[in-house]
């Protein structure tokens, strides 16, 4: 891919543009094919949940969107960009952000230090004044190392640090796991206020009760594919079945 392709960076002002496709996507850690075929989109302003019991492959399609598995066929077009053939650093450029299951946040610094660590990777991030904002939590704990915060406040701070890079879409995995319902709550509403800003969010979660208000549409997988779409308008009706699929 041409230095050009891969410096591509600017985003198209239509709302409702596609922001990410997924086209008959395969990954694979050594010999183990975890992805078969998966196929979804995300345009522009959506949140998105990718729904389904352990194992169907969930975490592993936001790796593989990142570029963090072993091997990936298919294709993956962020923005118009196509980015199968990109290098793992390189992808951040296009405005994505990725919160990991395991948070990464440094535990020997305190949340301030990890704020300003983030190199910012396009225009647009947040400031620390519009973070503490939305995170009040932080602001009161902003002298306090990583080691000490709860765990609600390491996933917030994993949250904010992205914010500050200038990521216009969050690939967000099981962000509530484990956590209080007070912490929960106020995740959600942080959602709400990052969708208002016009933020497009991919959101790998378990807790169903959480996702089902905050997202567009609903991603179902199973055994390492997407089987159902469900949109928030068709959800009270398929409810149930939705549960079926889940175990819940």
């Known amino acids: 891919m041409s230095q050009a392709a891969e410096n591509v960076t ?17 990954a694979f850690y050594g010999e183990s ?32 969107i990142m570029n963090m598995v072993g091997h990936r066929t298919g294709s993956i077009v962020i923005n118009g960009t196509e980015t199968l053939a990109m290098k793992p650093h390189r992808i951040p450029r296009l405005g994505i952000g990725y919160c990991p299951e395991e948070r990464g946040i440094f535990s020997s610094l305190d949340v301030e230090e990890n704020l300003l660590l983030p190199p910012t990777v ?28 709860s765990g609600g406040e390491q996933q ?13 879409m969050l690939l967000l995995d099981e962000i509530t796991e484990g956590l209080a319902p007070v912490i929960v ?13 016009g933020m497009t969010i991919v959101l790998v979660e ?8 905050l997202a ?11 089987i159902e779409q469900i949109s928030a308008a068709e959800l009270p009706s398929r409810r149930e079945h939705l549960n079926s699929l889940l175990g819940v």
């Open 33 to 64: 094919h975890i992805l078969h075929g998966v196929d979804f989109d995300v345009r522009r302003g959506e949140l998105v949940t990718l729904l389904g019991r352990n194992g169907a492959g969930r975490s592993t399609t936001l790796k593989a």
């Open 206 to 213: 378990q807790n169903f009760r959480f996702a089902a208000p």
């Open 156 to 168: 917030m701070l994993a949250m904010a640090r992205i914010l500050r890079t200038g990521a216009r």
């Open 122 to 149: 396009r225009s647009g991030g947040m400031g620390i004044d519009e973070i503490y904002a939305m995170f009040p939590n932080l602001y009161e704990r902003r002298r306090s190392q990583g080691t000490r915060l």
């Open 10 to 26: 600017e985003y198209h002002d239509l709302d409702g543009a596609e922001m990410l496709r997924v086209s008959d996507l395969h």
């Open 185 to 197: 709550q106020a995740l959600g509403e942080v959602l709400v206020k990052l969708k208002e800003r």
């Open 216 to 226: 567009d549409r609903h991603f179902v997988m199973e055994h390492g594919r997407i």
